[in-house]
């Protein structure tokens, strides 16, 4: 059972966690850190990689920090992100905005509902307290 793409596989279709955009312009492969995080905006070709359905949404994890509490929860490379705190994203940026707004409000911790491959989706609570 193949859940999960390669490591390979995912570079190849991310560009590497460069933080470049491709040649085209239109596969933003921006990459930013949140939550131990490194995202970027899904593509079809990054949703073929991680196993997605077809007409998934949200924002791909290209590389989580082995220290940080979203390793600890779990969460892996090819994972998406389809919302934070109930909210829908489909860019990195508003999953950073989601983080903010609940730092601002005072929570210690992000509600993200995440998809891997075909499994169904799941709650997975990060700490957003600093550290």
């Known amino acids: 059972?193949?859940?999960?793409?390669?490591?390979?596989?995912?570079?190849?279709?991310?560009?590497?966690?460069?933080?470049?955009?491709?040649?085209?312009?239109?596969?933003?492969?921006?990459?930013?850190?949140?939550?131990?995080?490194?995202?970027?905006?899904?593509?079809?070709?990054?949703?073929?990689?991680?196993?997605l359905p077809t007409g998934a949404r949200g924002v791909i994890v290209t590389a989580v920090d082995p220290n940080s509490d979203a390793a600890d929860q779990g969460l892996q490379r090819g994972d998406l992100i389809v919302s934070v705190n109930n909210q829908p994203v489909i860019s990195p940026a508003q999953v950073i905005a989601g983080v903010d707004a609940a730092r601002k409000a005072g929570r210690s911790s992000a509600l993200l509902l995440v998809k891997r491959g075909n499994s169904p989706e799941l709650y997975v609570a990060v700490s957003i307290a600093a550290k």
């Open 1 to 51: 059972m193949a859940d999960r793409p390669t490591e390979e596989a995912l570079n190849k279709i991310a560009g590497g966690d460069t933080g470049t955009t491709g040649n085209t312009g239109t596969t933003t492969t921006t990459t930013q850190k949140a939550l131990g995080l490194s995202l970027a905006t899904l593509t079809p070709e990054l949703a073929r990689a991680a196993n």
